[in-house]
């Protein structure tokens, strides 16, 4: 089942950066409705829990510092074909390899400091979005 809701985080180095307004901005210019937005900052546990799926991985620890080292931007986007039309607008985690003009390659400064997460499929974009907000908090 497909859905026109995508999750998506501006992570702490374009936080750091000053970027997280640009980067909306450019979300907002290409269609998407911001339904749920939080400015929060990850605890350990909390950002152990949410990439408990890489736990096994030789960067999981390396990913989590990254993570909990500054604040960050929560979201929940709405547009037609939410999860692909996001992940080219976002562009490649490499931002080397991103096209130009896509969040990555205008804003991250490497691989593993890459400004900005998107959810893959429908079903993450589900569970990341159910992680960070209620029901409540989504308009």
Do not use: C, W
Not at 50 to 67: G, K, Q
Not at 103 to 119: E, L, P, T, V, Y
């Amino acid at each position: 089942m497909t859905t026109n809701r995508t999750f998506t985080m501006i992570k702490p180095d374009a936080v750091a950066n000053g970027h997280a307004g640009k980067i909306l901005d450019q979300i907002i210019e290409a269609g998407f409705k911001v339904v749920a937005l939080k400015y929060t900052q990850l605890s350990t546990e909390k950002a152990g829990n949410f990439y408990d799926i890489h736990r096994e991985r030789p960067f999981f620890n390396d990913l989590v510092s990254f993570m909990t080292s500054g604040p960050i931007y929560a979201a929940i986007l709405e547009k037609d074909n939410a999860i692909e039309d996001f992940r080219k607008l976002i562009g490649a985690t490499d931002p080397q390899k991103a096209e130009p003009g896509t969040i990555r390659n205008r804003f991250a400064k490497s691989i593993d400091a890459n400004a900005i997460h998107g959810s893959d499929s429908d079903d993450n974009a589900k569970i990341e979005g159910d992680f960070f907000f209620a029901e409540n908090e989504r308009f």
